[in-house]
């Protein structure tokens, strides 16, 4: 199969994933007045970075080898507001009908020895073709601004070095993550008081109508 082809039938893959977290999105905007979603982005995998990938592995770049060993051929990435987000997130997604969880990597509880934070999933999506259905493998991450902010500069750094990273540069990323934890941690504290009040101020509103709504209907009854 010819890259084209084969970004074809990921592409397919990426839109119904979209489709779906843009769905629950839309429905947590509606029903909770809080959108838990900053913003999603979808990327396939270009080929060099994929013979790449194979030769780190130290594979042959075959088509056998890209669909079997590779994950991450097609990836979203979705950046939430806080820490406790991402695991709703990662929870409604385990439950959508048709996709099945694959694999689990939850360096948010758990980071990476360089500092690295964010939650990843690898899922299954049917895609329908004209020749049949196939099992299309979507890599997920899920994070927060604060970890995007941080791994994107750990990315450029890595890409600068050419992954021969100095020391003193490793460690000052460390300390970064690690301030980086920390402000999630502040910002997620911040922002679950500020849904308390909003929900105490739905709450007030309507214990209100339900008030003005009874003494209405009661008067009405009553002739008044
Ligand atoms: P790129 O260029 O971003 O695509 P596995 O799935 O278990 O076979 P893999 O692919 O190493 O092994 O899995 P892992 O650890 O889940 O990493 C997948 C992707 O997460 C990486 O893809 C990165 O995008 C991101 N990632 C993982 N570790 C780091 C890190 O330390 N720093 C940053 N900035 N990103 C990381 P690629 O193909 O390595 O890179």
């Known amino acids: 199969m010819e890259y084209k082809r084969l ?34 982005s979808s990327r396939i995998k270009s080929k060099q970075s ?18 079997k060993t590779i994950n991450d051929i097609a990836g979203i990435r979705i950046i939430c507001s806080f820490i406790p987000d991402i695991f709703k997130i990662a929870d409604m997604i385990e439950n959508m ?12 509880t758990t980071p990476k020895e360089n500092g690295y934070s964010s939650y990843h999933m690898i899922v299954s999506v049917p895609v329908s073709l004209s020749v049949g259905t196939i099992d299309v493998k979507v890599e997920i991450q899920i994070r927060t601004m604060a970890m995007d902010f ?22 000052e990323l460390r300390d970064c993550a690690k301030m980086t934890h ?35 209907l009661l008067s009405e009854n009553a002739g008044i």
Do not use: C
Not at 17 to 36: A, C, G, Q, R, S
Not at 50 to 67: D, P, S, Y
């Open 97 to 108: 009908q048709g996709i099945t969880v694959l694999k689990k990597k939850d360096y948010v």
């Open 150 to 171: 941080w791994a994107s500069l750990e990315h450029k750094i890595n890409y600068k070095y050419d992954k021969q990273v100095p020391k003193a540069v490793r460690k």
């Open 50 to 67: 994929i013979t790449n990938k194979l030769k780190k592995k130290g594979l042959e770049a075959t088509h056998e080898n890209l669909i």
């Open 182 to 216: 920390k402000l999630d941690k502040r910002m997620s504290h911040l922002g679950r008081n500020l849904m308390e009040e909003e929900k105490q101020a739905i709450k007030e509103i309507t214990t209100e109508y339900t008030t003005v709504y009874t003494t209405a």
């Open 7 to 40: 970004t074809l039938v990921y592409t397919a893959a990426l839109k119904q994933l979209e489709t779906k977290i843009d769905t629950i999105n839309e429905e947590f905007k509606t029903l909770h007045k809080y959108n838990p979603i900053e913003h999603v």
